[in-house]
Every structure is written in C-alpha cells, then in structure tokens.
C-alpha cells in the first residue's frame, strides 16, 4: 500500500505445528517510535526475527516498498533495517571501538577491509559519546556491564546507519536514569528513522512511545496510542487474565494496566502481584 | 544534542597496554620478526649439519600449513581437519612437474614409475600440462585454493558447522588418499611420488642446493607469517573474530559471513598447498601416507599446542610437534599416535588457547589479581 515504512501483511510463522506468529498486520510510519507489547510468548521477539528474515515467514513485509521476504539475513540488513537481540550479542573478544568499526563498515570493499584502521571513522566516534562509552573503547566488550553492553547495541544501530530499528527489549535491567537516558535516546533517532521497541516495562512504554501495539498469541490484540489501548478491554483481560476478575476492579484497571509504581516500574497497586507480573519484571 | 546515554559514566577507561612502554610495545612484533629471521637465515644454516637442516626445511613445511591453521581455526573458528588434501594437492603438482624434469632430462616422456608399471606407454592426458614449470607452480597454490573454495562456498552457504565441517574435510582427506594409492599406474600408489633428481635444473643431491631448499622455504615461511599478522590487524581481522565469535550477529550488520570464512578458509588451503610443494624438494617424496586423516590432524595439533590464535604460538607448536615426531616416532613407533591423541584433547579441551595463552594468562594474573581471565577462545565454527 503505502511506500514508505514498513507494512506487514498476514504475516505467520510456524514451528513444528505451533504458529507463533499468527496472520500479523502492522503499518509503521516513518519517524514513528512504535512499542510492541505484550505478555510472554506472544510472539514478539519472533514477529522480529521473520522481519530480520532470521525464521522462515509466509505472508508479506515491506519496508520502503520493497518486499523483504524471501532475501537472506544479511541483504535485508543492507537495506536498512538493524536490530539488537534480547540477550545483548556483542563480539565479546573485539573491543568496543572494534565492536562499532564492524557495525560501521558493512560496505566496505576488499581493499579497505585489508588494512589496519588507520583512524576512527566520524559515526563512530559520534556513537561512543552517545552511548557513553569513550572512555571504554579499548575495553573488551566482553568486559561490559550488561547495560553498557546494551549500549554497546544501540551504537551498533547508530553507526550501521539503518532507516529502521528494531529493538528487543533494550532497557531490560537497566536502573531508572539508564531507561530515561535511553528513552531519550530512542525518542531523537525515531524523528529521521523508524523505531519499533519491544517492552515490558509499561511505565517505559507510557514515557516514550508514540504508538502502542498489543500482541497476544501471535495476533495483534490492540493498536493506538497507549491511551487507547490502555483503555481497551481486551487488553486488560490479557494482562489481568482471571486473577483481577472482569470488574472486580472497576475503576483501578485502566491504570493498573501498567506498572503504575513510578521510578520502579514495579507491581501497580491494587492488583495482585502475580497477574501483573508478566507487565512488570521486564525479562 | 549530545547528552550522554551514560548518567555517570564510569572513570575506568585505561586502555590495557602492553608492558613495558609505547616504543616497546611498538617494535616488539617487528623485533620478534627480525630475531625469527635471524636464527632461522643465519643461525641455524650455521650451527646446524645438513642433515638436521633438512630436517628443520621439513617441520618448517609443517609450520607453514600451521600459518594458515591459525588464520583458519584460531582466528575464523574453522575447524580445518582436512589440510592433507591441500598439502597433498600442493606436493603432488609439485612433485608431477619434478617427475616430468627427471624424465625429460633422462631423454624419456614418461616417469621411470610409469615405466614400471606401465600399462598404455602414453602420458595421462592431465600429468601433461604439469611438464610447464610456471603452470606447476601456479597449479602448487591455485588448485588447493579452487578445490577450498569449491567445498567452502557449499558448506559455509549451508552454515554447516563445528563438527560436520571437521567431519567432513577428514572424509575428504581420506578419500584423496584412497583414491590416489588405488591409481597406481598414474600417481605411484601407496609409494607415492619419489626420487627425485632435480629440481628446476638444480642437483638435489648437492648439499649447496639443498640449503637453497631451505632459504626458500624459510623465507616463504617469513613472508606468510609478515602477511598473515598484517591480515590479523586488518579489519578483515576484526571481522573474521566476529565471525568466528557471534556469526548471527555479524549477519545482522549486514556481511555475509560465508564470504568472510571463505576468505581464511580458502587462504589456508593456499598455504597448505605451498607447504606441500616446498615439502617435496625438501623431503624427497609425497605419498598418500603424508596426506590422510593421521597427517591431517597432525597439521592442526602443533597449532592447537603452541595456540592457535597466536601466529607464533602455532608456528612454534608445529615446529615442537614436528620436531617430537621425528625424535619419538622413531624410538617409539605405536606410543607417538598415542601422545599425539593425547596433546590434541588436551590442548583442545583444557587449554584452547594453547601454550602461548599461558604466557598471557600469567601476565594478565599478575596485572590484575582479582579479575578472573576471559573466557577461553571460540570453539570451533
Ligand atoms: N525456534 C522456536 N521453535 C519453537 N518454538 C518457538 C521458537 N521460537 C519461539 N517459539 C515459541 O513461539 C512463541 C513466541 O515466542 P517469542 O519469543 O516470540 O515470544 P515473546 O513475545 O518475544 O516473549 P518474551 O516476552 O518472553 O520475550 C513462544 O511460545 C515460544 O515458545
Ligand atoms: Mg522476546
């Protein structure tokens, strides 16, 4: 339909009989900063792999127009699209200059992959102090702390320079300041590109997102604003499930949807512990 | 605009520098290369006697395939287990072209085996263009590396992996081997390829030509190692570790990692080829002994020994395994595939970075004594 941003159509994935990805249609609009939420195994992480074309996929996805299916990992990286992975994969023995280098060099020729890197390339440079890291470009990746490691990802995706990120839950773990300051991050780099977020943390979610879409067994639940779909029924009983009970609790469940504990992004009040926690333990 | 993602972004950024200095650490590869260039040009012709110098020219042959180990396996997670096949390649291109040369300069067309066992009196139509030195020696590196390339581009494109590639070339090595000592009549057999009399117009029987033998397989030993660092501290470097460390991940940055693997792989092969060339004048001989799953591994231990990501820890462990074979093997025929076994699992399973990582470890211990070390170097792809 439209040409520009991406747009999946009746998208399914199977393994061995399951279908984790069940008939899956989404239009992102360029500069749109869109969270994919929803409980575990909805079919998140794996929506993003038949994107990335990791698993096998039926259906249609375009990105700018053109049809991604069918490309290998590599050629649909090529044309624009990166992401990070929800346990962070960084080349653990390469330091973090060497880390961001090979993010950064996808079309170098031969001739310049033979030689040593005689200085750091601009981007680069422009990544580590976004992230924070210059001072630790020398170290090992493998030596990071896990947010910084996560870090480490987000420069990846900077420097590759794609027009369409998509991120697998990027602030899992990081303390409060750490998800604001990467939030922040998310929101200046979606103006110019396409960010798609996968997130528990529902008070993250509320911050940064722009758009909201709601997976639950493979299917697209809810879409909208996070108003909207904060306020959509169906959401509720997902998240709720029986435990909170349809009505038991008028007038706290639209708020309680998401973690409403500020700072923590912890158990919302009035709701019991275990039918929220799938909102809130962010993996 | 540039607000950093960091709140408080920790102080401990040294960069961990070799001891001893910036200018130290800045000449001390350069150094080591001259000190190796010295003792291996001009000390060891000196001190050693012709007959332990062709026996050095021979474990040299071993260390240059062990160049191409390190770039394959310690630095691209290649399991190489098939190398026999391009040292075979190499040896026996080299060995037909010698073959050709003896014959034509005893006023025949055919090699004196081929007389021997002679079925049709004619010339194989594909011993041939061997006769043509250039086309030999072209022939010594390019059909290991075609040969590599061929089985890389299907195997890597399949993202076979770990094990099944190492099975895989260890088939492959056993099938040359096979195939060549059922042709008796056109390859020599389980005898091989032996008794040669020149070499490019030069006597192998004169002692002056074989120390030329020697400088020539010295200096390519030289050249590969000065080319292989220079390839370990290239992007394309970086790229191979990455590959070898987190492949999916590389994929994603949008390279193809078979392309990458290929490149090593198919260098390795070329290496492997050369060394089987160089062995041919040195030793005197290329037979399917020298080239089956045995001397296949055997290629690999002395890497996996010295360590296979440090080009000089492989080099030197080629040079240690070879030089303890002929000693051993010798007093002890049956213990030494025993031991080599045994050094093979457990530089592999209990020391994947080999002796040189000992060195390192120890300094890192002394540098930083709470810190545990890294984890150990990728398996294998
Ligand atoms: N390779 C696979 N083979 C078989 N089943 C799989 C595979 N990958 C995922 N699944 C299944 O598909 C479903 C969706 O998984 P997916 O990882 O996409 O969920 P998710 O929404 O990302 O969950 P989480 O929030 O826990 O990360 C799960 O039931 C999972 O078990
Ligand atoms: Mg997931």
Same mark, same amino acid.
């Given at each position: 339909m439209?040409?520009?941003g991406?747009?999946?159509r009746?998208?399914?994935?199977t393994f061995?009989?399951f279908?984790?990805?069940d008939?899956v249609?989404?239009d /992102?609009?360029p500069?749109?900063?869109? =969270?994919?939420i929803g409980p575990n195994?909805? @079919?998140?992480?794996?929506?993003?792999?038949?994107?990335?074309?990791?698993?096998?996929?039926t259906?249609s996805?375009?990105?700018e127009?053109?049809?991604?299916?069918?490309?290998?990992?590599?050629?649909?990286?090529r044309?624009g699209?990166?992401?990070t992975f929800?346990?962070?994969?960084v080349?653990?023995?390469l330091?973090?200059?060497?880390?961001?280098?090979?993010?950064?060099?996808?079309?170098?020729?031969?001739?310049?992959l033979?030689?040593?890197?005689?200085?750091?390339?601009e981007?680069?440079?422009?990544?580590?102090?976004?992230?924070?890291?210059?001072?630790?470009?020398d170290?090992?990746?493998g030596?990071?702390a896990?947010? %910084?490691k996560?870090w480490?990802e987000? @420069?990846?995706?900077?420097v590759?320079?794609?027009?369409?990120?998509?991120l697998d839950?990027?602030?899992?773990?990081?303390?409060?300041?750490?998800?604001?300051a990467t @939030?922040?991050?998310l929101?200046r780099?979606?103006?110019e590109?396409?960010?798609?977020?996968?997130?528990?943390d529902?008070?993250?979610v509320r911050?940064f997102a722009r758009?909201?879409?709601?997976?639950h067994?493979?299917?697209?639940?809810?879409?909208g604003?996070?108003a909207d779909? %904060?306020a959509?029924a169906?959401v509720q009983?997902?998240?709720?499930?029986s435990?909170?009970?349809?009505g038991s609790?008028?007038?706290s469940v639209p708020?309680?949807?998401?973690?409403s504990?500020?700072?923590?992004?912890?158990?919302?009040?009035?709701? &019991?512990?275990?039918a929220?926690?799938?909102?809130a333990e962010g993996? | 605009?540039t607000t950093?993602l960091?709140?408080?972004p920790?102080?401990?950024?040294a960069?961990?520098?070799?001891a001893g200095?910036?200018?130290a650490?800045?000449?001390?590869?350069?150094g080591?290369?001259?000190l190796g260039?010295?003792?291996?040009v001009g000390?060891?012709?000196?001190?050693?006697?012709?007959?332990?110098?062709?026996?050095l020219?021979k474990y040299l042959?071993y260390?240059?395939v062990?160049?191409?180990?390190?770039?394959?396996w310690?630095r691209?997670?290649l399991?190489v287990?098939?190398?026999?096949?391009?040292?075979?390649?190499?040896g026996?291109?080299?060995?037909?072209?010698?073959?050709l040369a003896d014959?034509?300069?005893a006023g025949?067309?055919? &090699?004196?085996?081929? %007389?021997l066992?002679?079925?049709s009196?004619?010339?194989?139509?594909w011993?041939? &263009?061997?006769a043509?030195?250039?086309?030999?020696?072209?022939?010594?590196?390019?059909? &290991?590396?075609?040969?590599?390339?061929?089985?890389?581009?299907c195997?890597?494109?399949r993202r076979?992996?770990?094990?099944?590639f190492? /099975?895989?070339s260890?088939?492959?090595?056993?099938?040359?081997?096979?195939?060549l000592?059922?042709q008796q009549?056109?390859t020599?057999?389980?005898?091989?390829?032996?008794?040669?009399?020149?070499?490019?117009?030069y006597?192998?029987?004169?002692?002056?030509?074989?120390?030329?033998?020697?400088?020539? /397989?010295a200096?390519?030993?030289?050249?590969?190692?000065?080319?292989?660092?220079?390839? =370990?501290?290239?992007?394309?470097?970086?790229?191979?570790v990455a590959?070898?460390?987190?492949e999916?991940r590389v994929r994603?940055?949008?390279y193809?990692p078979?392309?990458?693997?290929?490149?090593?792989?198919?260098?390795?092969a070329?290496?492997?080829g050369?060394?089987?060339a160089?062995?041919?004048?040195?030793?005197?001989? /290329?037979?399917?002994?020298l080239?089956g799953?045995?001397?296949?591994?055997?290629?690999?231990?002395?890497a996996a020994?010295?360590?296979?990501?440090s080009?000089l820890?492989?080099v030197?462990?080629?040079?240690?395994?070879a030089?303890?074979q002929?000693?051993?093997s010798d007093?002890?025929?049956a213990a030494?595939?025993?031991?080599?076994?045994?050094l093979?699992?457990?530089?592999?399973?209990?020391l994947?970075?080999?002796l040189a990582s000992?060195?390192?470890a120890v300094r890192a211990r002394r540098?930083?004594p709470?810190?545990?070390?890294?984890?150990?170097t990728g398996?294998?792809a």
């Open positions: 439209n040409g520009d991406l747009t999946v009746d998208l399914r994935v061995d009989g279908t984790a990805v008939g249609d989404l /992102i609009r500069g749109d900063l869109r =969270f994919l195994g909805a @079919g998140k992480t794996t929506l993003v792999d038949a994107i990335t074309g990791l698993v096998p996929s259906g996805v375009r990105f127009g053109r049809e991604l299916r069918g490309r290998p990992v590599h050629r649909i990286a044309l699209i990166g992401r929800q346990t962070a994969t080349f653990e023995e330091t973090v200059l060497q880390n961001l280098d090979i993010a950064a060099g996808a079309g170098r020729g031969p001739l310049t033979l030689r040593r890197r005689k200085e750091v390339p981007p680069v440079t422009r990544a580590l102090e976004t992230t924070g890291l210059t001072g630790l470009r170290r090992p990746a030596a990071l896990h947010g %910084q996560q480490l987000i @420069g990846m995706l900077l590759q320079d794609v027009r369409l990120l998509l839950e990027p602030v899992a773990g990081m303390s409060h300041d750490e998800r604001e @939030g922040e991050l929101r780099v979606s103006g590109r396409t960010v798609v977020v996968i997130e528990h529902m008070d993250f911050s758009s909201v879409t709601v997976l067994a493979g299917r697209v639940l809810s879409e604003s996070v779909v %904060q959509d169906r009983e997902v998240y709720l499930g435990a909170a009970g349809s609790v008028p007038g708020d309680s949807v998401p973690g504990v500020p700072g923590s992004g912890s158990v919302p009040g009035g709701v &019991p512990a275990t929220t926690a799938t909102v993996a | 605009m950093t960091s709140p408080s920790p102080s401990a950024g960069a961990r520098k070799p200095g910036p200018l650490a800045r000449f001390r590869v350069p080591a290369f001259v260039a010295v003792l291996l000390v060891a012709p000196l001190v050693l006697s012709d007959f332990r110098l062709s026996l020219a042959c260390a240059i062990a160049v191409g180990v390190s770039l394959a310690g691209g997670g399991l287990l098939g190398q026999g096949v391009f040292f075979g390649l190499g026996y291109a080299m060995a037909m072209h010698l073959k014959a034509a300069a025949s067309t055919l &090699p004196d085996f081929m %007389q066992y002679g079925t009196g004619a010339l194989p139509w011993w041939a &263009p061997f043509h030195p250039a086309f030999a020696l072209a022939m010594t590196v390019l059909l &290991p590396m075609a040969v590599a390339a061929l089985l890389g581009l195997v890597f494109r076979v992996k770990g094990a099944y190492a /099975i895989l260890q088939a492959l090595a056993a099938a040359l081997s096979i195939w000592i059922g009549a056109t020599g057999g389980t005898n091989g390829l032996t008794d040669f009399q020149g070499f490019f117009g006597d192998l029987d004169d002692p002056v030509n074989q120390r030329m033998v020697y400088f020539v /397989i200096a390519v030993l030289l050249l590969l190692m000065a080319a292989v660092r220079q390839l =370990f501290v290239s992007r394309y470097g970086e790229l191979l590959v070898r460390d987190a999916e994603f940055l949008g193809d078979a392309a990458v693997k290929l490149v090593a792989y198919v260098g390795a070329g290496m492997a050369l060394a089987g160089l062995f041919v004048p040195a030793v005197g001989i /290329i037979s399917p002994a080239i799953i045995v001397p296949s591994i055997g290629f690999v231990i002395g020994v010295g360590g296979r990501a080009l820890g492989a030197l462990g080629a040079i240690a395994v030089w303890a002929s000693t051993l007093a002890f025929p030494w595939t025993y031991l080599q076994g045994l093979f699992v457990v530089a592999v399973g209990f994947p970075g080999g000992l060195a390192s540098a930083r709470r810190t545990t070390p890294p984890a150990p398996g294998t």
